[in-house]
Structure formats: C-alpha cells, structure tokens
C-alpha cells in the first residue's frame, strides 16, 4: 500500500481504523443501550479492538509449520472451514473494505462535488485570470478547465465549445446529477437499516445478532477490573488503562460462548455492508464514470465507426471524473485527517435560492414599479412592513395579504428554480400561471354573495328614484367604515366574479392592498400597550425593591384610554350609551348653574356646576375627536388646529402692537377684567 499510495498513506490508514472501531463501537452500544460517555462504551471499544487484532492483524498471519506427522487424508471442507480458512488471510486493510461506511459516504460525496462544478461551467463568464498559470488564485471552475484541457491532450477547451455542445453535455450531467443523488439516498437508506434498533420480532437482522452478543454487565465489569458484583459499601472506580482492559478482553474472547456470536454478529454486517453499500456504490460509480474502451482494430477488418463529437467530448468528462473516482484515496488521505474528530464534514454545494418580493417579478415588478414611477415608491405586495415590519399584528387584511404574496411568490421561485434552463420558458411560464390562478381563487373565495345583493339592491332603488348611478353606488358604499367587513366581502366577492386570465389581469396591473392603518385598531392598540408598559415597570419597580405604585399611573392610564376607545366606537351599544348620557349631565349641569344663581348666595353649587361641565366637555370632545378618527375624518382635529394657529397669530399681533407702543395687552385684559373677577369667585 506504501508503494501504491506513498509513505503518507501509513497515518491515515491507522486513523481510518480507529474511526472504523469508533464507528463499531457506537453502533454495538446504541443496540445495548449503553450510553457512548459511559465507562461500559469504554469497555464495549476495547472489546471491539481485541476481535479487530484477532481476525483483522496489521499483517498476514504466519502459516503453521508442518510437524512430520503423517497428514490426514484429503476430504471436502465445510463451508464453515472455507470461511474460516478465507478469514485467515485477512488483514486490517479488509476491516477498512468491509465496515467502513463513512469513507463510501465521503467518496461519494467528493465526486458529487466534481460534477457540481461541472455542472456550473455552463454559466461560467471567464475573466483576466481565467488562463493564469499559479492555481492559487483560480476559482473551482476555472481548475477544472484547466483539468479538462490537460485531460483531452489541449484538444478539448470547454470555453470554445458552442452553446448546442455545451446543453448536450449539460444534460448528460443532470442525468450523473440525478443517479449520484439517488444513490446517496439509497446509501443513507442503508445506513439507517444497519444502525435500526432491536426490536423483539427480530431474527436475523444486525441488531438481533448483536443483541445475541453476550455483553453484560458481568463482562463489562470484567474488562474495566471491577468486582463482578457491585458493592454497595464502596463506589465503583476503574483507571481505564486501555491496555489492561485489552488484556482481559481478549481472555474473554477465548470463551467460545462468548467468540462465536461476535464473530456472527461482525460477519452478518459485513454481509449487509458488501450487499447495500461497498458493491452498489462501487459499482453505480464504475458505471457512470468509466470511460468506454476503445474499439479493436483487427488485421484485415473493417474500421471501427468514428464516434460522434458529442461522444468524444462526453469522454474527457468521464476521464476526469473516473480519475476522482477511482483514486479518491489520494485526495482523502489529505481531507480526512483534517475534519476527522470535528463535527461538521466537508461542504456541500449549496445553491443559493432566494424566495423575496423584489426576485417573484410575474406579477408584480416591484424594482419597476419603483423605478417608473413618480414618488420612486411604486406598488408594493407587503404591507405587514409597515412600522418596522410589525404592521401585520394590527391588520387581519395585512396579515392575508402578506400571506398570499408569500404563497404567489414561493409557487413561482420553486418552479423557476426547478426549470430554470431556457428551454423550458413555455412550460415554467404555463406552470407560475397555474400555480397563480389556484392560489388566488383559494385566496379570494367569496365569502357572502347576499352582502353584494342586498347592497346592490339598494343601490338600484336610488337609481331609479332619479339619482344617478354612480351617485347612488357612492352612496351605499359610503355608509360602509373603511374597516367594515362588509366592504371587504364585497371587494372580495367582486375580486372573485374575475375570471381566470382577468383575475391575472387584475392582480398584475391594477391591485394593490389598502395600507392605511384601521384608526379603530390603531387606538386599541395604542391603549393595550400602554397597559402593558405600565404593569411591566410595576412589576420592575416591585422587583427592584423601588415604589411600584409610582408607576401603576402609568397602567391607570392605559386603562383609562382604552375605556375612552371603546365608547367611542361609531354605532358601538357603547358609544350610544355614551353621548345619552352625556346629554343627561348637560342637561343636569344646566340645571345646576340656574338654580345656583337663582336660589344659592354661596358659588359653591355654581362653581360645582362649571368644573363638572368643563369635565363633561372635556370627554365629550376626547370621544368626538376618537370617533371621527376611526371614521376616517379630520374636522375636529383641523379645526383645533386652525384655532390654535389663530391663537398664536392673535397673540403674535398683541405682541407687536405693545412693541410700538399700541398697549393692546392692557386693554384686552382691562375688558376681560369682569370675566376674571367671577372666574377666581367661582373657582
């Protein structure tokens, strides 16, 4: 093997043995249910290397001598005898051929990684360094150029190639593609099979035979030196010398009890290691990779037929992949030991396949629609990014929208991503159109088709009272709130009564989801989350051993406001509770002030009177100001505004006019002097 592989191959042959008696041992111990940080999984690999050193030695046993006797007759040997006789010669390069798992799993996935790169060479651009000589500074692609040109004699440059010889031999490795995928699958398949656990029907699966194996806890006891009984009165405790612990393993292994369904066990799974996994892969590899030989020229005889560009290209490919193949020991003495004992291996190819608004453009293009358009903004699919991409938790129509953009844009990046040659437009094309249309006729079911009728009717009978149409129409959708699930049934329904090319139609050129915020929700919101800090820095105060009810303010407030929300909900049982009684304490508060100045000397009723009104007034306009708010009007708010900008402007003007000696301030105040008087009596 030295002459064969180098001097090198020494160290990496002893770490693929101790990995395969790691290997072993962990797969003895997961039958047993031995724990692999146990000091039983210690004794369990020792017990593993005395039957390695027994039947697979460094080098090949010497033959016994004869002693002169007289030979016995020749007989046939049994076929127990034959084994026996043909496992004598092994040797622990056998052990590595029959109970290696993972070096089949790391050949096939190094070879998957060649024709990965392969398999990107299609789209490969080649730059200044392309045809530089030092491999230092030369991409994955551009080696295995190189290697192709070496390969093919610098007859075979796969840049020159057109575009016709380079989809030929595409498609070929989609093929290698497919059959290196499915055989892995079949060797993990088979990796899961030899480590299944036992199960009490077994008879003649691995597990059975290992379970077979008479390892307890007397004889595990045995080869850590420990009493064979455990004593209560001292605790167990051995120094795992591995070496003292051989010793007594392979005294039990003279047992025959003890031997012999061992040996069952090590033959049936190299069995099952031979059956599923060396020969299958060995074999598929040999198969895909191997170039075909040349054809014989005989004297006298016809010439062979000349074989095909395409052929002759195909087989520098396999030459260069049957060399990775066939010699991947090479390449594995050098990987191996450096990712042995860590637990990730070596990477795989990973195809970067982003799903996101920006890259699903059938529908929307919204790097397009950013740029045509006037504000640089465009239609957008998501709303649910509003306020900081936490706007989907206030609206139920955000969160569906979102969720069907998601859906419509997924369909359409997995059938690109699953067809993504430019042979197959027509059929991607077909397919995103499909998949589009079943998902927005799931998405934009309707949902009630008496809604529509009833608001349609009444539409129809102001029309024929003499309105026009599109007044009467305006008027029955006006009376819906911008958050009304009526509103929103009959923009579905009318969405849905699209058929499937205009539904498309519409989806691509003229929709768009409604992102102002609901002002209802939006208050809501806002008055639960108040609630919610204050107990938060109460509980933080009480914890920190600070004055918590400092802060309960904080909570009181909240509540306060979600109580002001909730009667100021428009047509709410609430709200019409609300502005009656509201009405009740003018009417009261009224009656107070006449009867204060008529019959009481005293201000106490009157100044009683006009702070519980300047109360009243003051929730009424709050619950005004929220009303009209959820109903999506201003007035209130614009017209304190303008008041306070008059304010200020009318102050300004008094201001100026004291500057130029105008004493405007004075006479204001000299002329509200009466107002002030009875002011401070009654307050």
Same mark, same amino acid.
């Given at each position: 093997?030295?002459?064969?592989?180098?001097?090198?191959?020494?160290?990496?042959?002893?770490?693929?043995? +101790?990995?395969?008696?790691? #290997?072993?041992?962990?797969?003895?111990?997961?039958?047993?249910?031995?724990?692999?940080?146990? #000091?039983?999984?210690?004794?369990?690999?020792?017990?593993?290397?005395?039957?390695?050193?027994?039947?697979?030695?460094?080098?090949?046993?010497?033959?016994?001598?004869?002693? %002169?006797?007289?030979?016995?007759?020749?007989?046939?040997?049994?076929?127990?005898? =034959?084994?026996?006789?043909?496992?004598?010669?092994?040797?622990? *390069?056998?052990?590595?051929?029959?109970?290696?798992?993972?070096?089949?799993?790391?050949?096939?996935?190094?070879? $998957?990684?060649?024709?990965?790169?392969?398999?990107?060479?299609?789209?490969?651009?080649?730059?200044?360094?392309? *045809?530089?000589?030092?491999?230092?500074?030369?991409?994955?692609?551009?080696?295995?150029?190189?290697?192709?040109?070496?390969?093919?004699?610098?007859?075979?440059?796969?840049?020159?190639?057109?575009?016709?010889?380079?989809?030929?031999?595409?498609?070929?490795?989609?093929?290698?593609?497919?059959?290196?995928?499915?055989?892995?699958?079949? =060797?993990?398949?088979? %990796?899961?099979?030899?480590?299944?656990?036992?199960?009490?029907?077994?008879?003649?699966?691995?597990?059975?035979?290992?379970?077979?194996?008479?390892?307890?806890?007397?004889?595990?006891?045995?080869?850590?030196?420990?009493?064979?009984?455990?004593?209560?009165?001292?605790?167990?405790?051995?120094?795992?010398?591995? /070496?003292?612990?051989?010793?007594?393993?392979?005294?039990?292994?003279?047992?025959?009890?003890?031997?012999?369904?061992?040996?069952?066990?090590?033959? +049936?799974?190299?069995?099952? &290691?031979?059956? !599923?996994?060396?020969?299958?892969?060995?074999?598929?590899?040999?198969?895909?990779?191997?170039?075909?030989?040349?054809?014989?020229?005989?004297?006298?005889?016809?010439?062979?037929?000349?074989?095909?560009?395409?052929?002759?290209?195909?087989?520098?490919?396999?030459?260069?992949?049957?060399?990775?193949?066939?010699?991947?020991?090479?390449?594995?003495?050098?990987?191996?030991?450096?990712?042995?004992?860590?637990?990730?291996?070596?990477?795989?190819?990973?195809?970067?396949?982003?799903?996101?608004?920006?890259?699903?453009?059938?529908?929307?293009?919204?790097?397009?629609?950013?740029?045509?358009?006037?504000?640089?903004?465009? $239609?957008?699919?998501?709303?649910?990014?509003?306020?900081?991409?936490?706007?989907?938790?206030?609206?139920?129509?955000?969160?569906? !929208?979102?969720? &069907?953009?998601?859906?419509?844009?997924?369909?359409? $990046?997995?059938?690109?991503?699953?067809?993504?040659?430019? #042979?197959?437009?027509?059929? $991607?094309?077909? &397919?995103?159109?499909?998949?589009?249309?079943?998902?927005?006729?799931?998405? @934009?079911?309707?949902?009630?088709?008496?809604?529509?009728?009833?608001?349609?009717?009444?539409?129809? @009978?102001?029309?024929?009272?003499?309105?026009?149409?599109?007044?009467?129409?305006?008027?029955?959708?006006?009376?819906?709130?911008?958050?009304?699930?009526?509103?929103?049934?009959?923009?579905?329904?009318?969405?849905?009564?699209?058929?499937?090319?205009?539904?498309?139609?519409?989806?691509?050129?003229?929709?768009?989801?409604?992102?102002?915020?609901?002002?209802?929700? @939006?208050?809501?919101? @806002?008055?639960?989350?108040?609630?919610?800090?204050?107990?938060?820095?109460?509980?933080?105060? !009480?914890?920190?051993?600070?004055?918590?009810?400092?802060?309960?303010?904080?909570?009181?407030?909240?509540?306060?406001?979600?109580?002001?929300? /909730?009667?100021?909900?428009?047509?709410?049982?609430?709200?019409?509770? &609300?502005?009656?009684?509201?009405?009740?304490?003018?009417?009261?508060?009224?009656?107070?002030?006449?009867?204060?100045?008529?019959?009481?000397?005293?201000?106490?009723?009157?100044?009683?009177?006009?702070? =519980?009104? +300047?109360?009243?007034?003051?929730?009424?306009?709050?619950? =005004?100001?929220?009303?009209?708010?959820?109903?999506?009007?201003?007035?209130?708010?614009?017209?304190?505004?303008?008041?306070?900008?008059?304010?200020?402007?009318?102050? #300004?003007?008094?201001?100026?006019?004291?500057?130029?000696?105008? %004493?405007?301030?004075?006479?204001?105040?000299?002329?509200?002097?009466?107002?002030?008087?009875?002011?401070?009596?009654?307050?």
């Amino acid at each position: 093997m030295v002459e064969k592989f180098g001097v090198y191959y020494l160290p990496y042959r002893r770490l693929r043995i +101790a990995a395969v008696t790691d #290997a072993l041992a962990y797969l003895v111990s997961r039958i047993l249910d031995i724990e692999e940080d146990s #000091a039983g999984f210690f004794a369990v690999r020792v017990l593993i290397r005395a039957w390695r050193e027994q039947m697979y030695p460094d080098y090949h046993r010497d033959k016994p001598e004869p002693n %002169g006797d007289t030979p016995a007759p020749a007989r046939e040997k049994t076929p127990e005898e =034959l084994l026996e006789e043909e496992e004598s010669k092994y040797t622990a *390069n056998q052990l590595l051929l029959h109970y290696d798992f993972a070096y089949w799993l790391r050949r096939l996935n190094f070879i $998957r990684r060649k024709v990965d790169v392969l398999y990107k060479l299609r789209k490969f651009q080649p730059t200044e360094r392309t *045809n530089s000589d030092d491999p230092a500074v030369l991409s994955e692609e551009e080696k295995a150029i190189n290697q192709l040109k070496k390969i093919g004699n610098n007859e075979f440059d796969y840049l020159a190639l057109s575009d016709e010889q380079k989809t030929v031999l595409h498609q070929r490795l989609v093929y290698i593609r497919t059959e290196l995928r499915d055989g892995y699958k079949a =060797l993990r398949i088979a %990796g899961r099979q030899i480590q299944a656990r036992y199960k009490p029907e077994d008879r003649d699966t691995i597990a059975a035979k290992i379970k077979a194996i008479p390892i307890g806890a007397e004889q595990i006891r045995w080869v850590l030196g420990l009493p064979l009984k455990a004593s209560d009165s001292e605790p167990d405790f051995s120094k795992l010398n591995e /070496e003292e612990s051989l010793v007594r393993a392979r005294e039990l292994f003279k047992q025959p009890e003890f031997q012999k369904p061992f040996i069952a066990a090590a033959r +049936a799974l190299k069995v099952e &290691m031979q059956k !599923n996994v060396v020969k299958p892969t060995y074999e598929k590899g040999k198969k895909l990779f191997q170039p075909a030989p040349e054809p014989e020229v005989t004297d006298g005889g016809p010439p062979p037929e000349p074989r095909s560009e395409a052929d002759r290209n195909w087989d520098v490919i396999q030459k260069y992949l049957w060399r990775y193949f066939s010699q991947f020991d090479d390449f594995d003495q050098i990987g191996f030991p450096i990712l042995y004992g860590v637990e990730e291996g070596e990477s795989d190819v990973v195809e970067v396949i982003r799903i996101s608004p920006e890259d699903a453009t059938t529908l929307i293009n919204e790097r397009r629609e950013r740029k045509n358009s006037a504000d640089g903004v465009g $239609r957008r699919k998501l709303a649910g990014t509003a306020l900081h991409h936490f706007g989907a938790f206030l609206d139920r129509t955000w969160r569906q !929208n979102d969720i &069907m953009w998601g859906r419509l844009d997924g369909a359409e $990046r997995l059938i690109i991503s699953l067809l993504p040659d430019p #042979a197959d437009k027509g059929v $991607r094309e077909e &397919m995103i159109r499909q998949a589009h249309v079943g998902i927005l006729k799931e998405e @934009m079911a309707p949902k009630s088709h008496s809604e529509l009728g009833n608001l349609m009717s009444d539409a129809l @009978m102001r029309a024929s009272a003499g309105e026009p149409i599109e007044t009467a129409i305006a008027k029955v959708i006006g009376n819906l709130d911008a958050g009304s699930s009526v509103r929103k049934r009959l923009e579905t329904v009318i969405s849905n009564s699209l058929k499937e090319e205009e539904l498309l139609g519409f989806i691509t050129n003229g929709y768009e989801v409604n992102r102002s915020i609901d002002a209802k929700t @939006m208050l809501r919101a @806002m008055s639960r989350s108040t609630q919610v800090i204050g107990h938060v820095f109460e509980d933080i105060a !009480n914890q920190n051993s600070l004055d918590g009810k400092s802060l309960a303010w904080i909570a009181r407030l909240g509540q306060a406001f979600w109580g002001l929300v /909730e009667v100021a909900v428009p047509g709410s049982l609430l709200n019409l509770l &609300m502005m009656h009684w509201l009405k009740v304490l003018y009417v009261f508060e009224l009656a107070l002030l006449v009867l204060g100045f008529l019959f009481s000397e005293t201000p106490g009723i009157q100044t009683f009177a006009l702070k =519980l009104f +300047a109360i009243t007034v003051v929730i009424n306009i709050v619950v =005004l100001l929220l009303r009209d708010k959820m109903r999506g009007k201003g007035g209130w708010l614009k017209g304190l505004l303008y008041g306070a900008i008059a304010l200020v402007v009318l102050l #300004a003007v008094i201001g100026a006019a004291d500057l130029f000696g105008g %004493g405007w301030s004075a006479k204001i105040t000299e002329w509200l002097r009466p107002v002030t008087d009875l002011l401070k009596k009654l307050f």
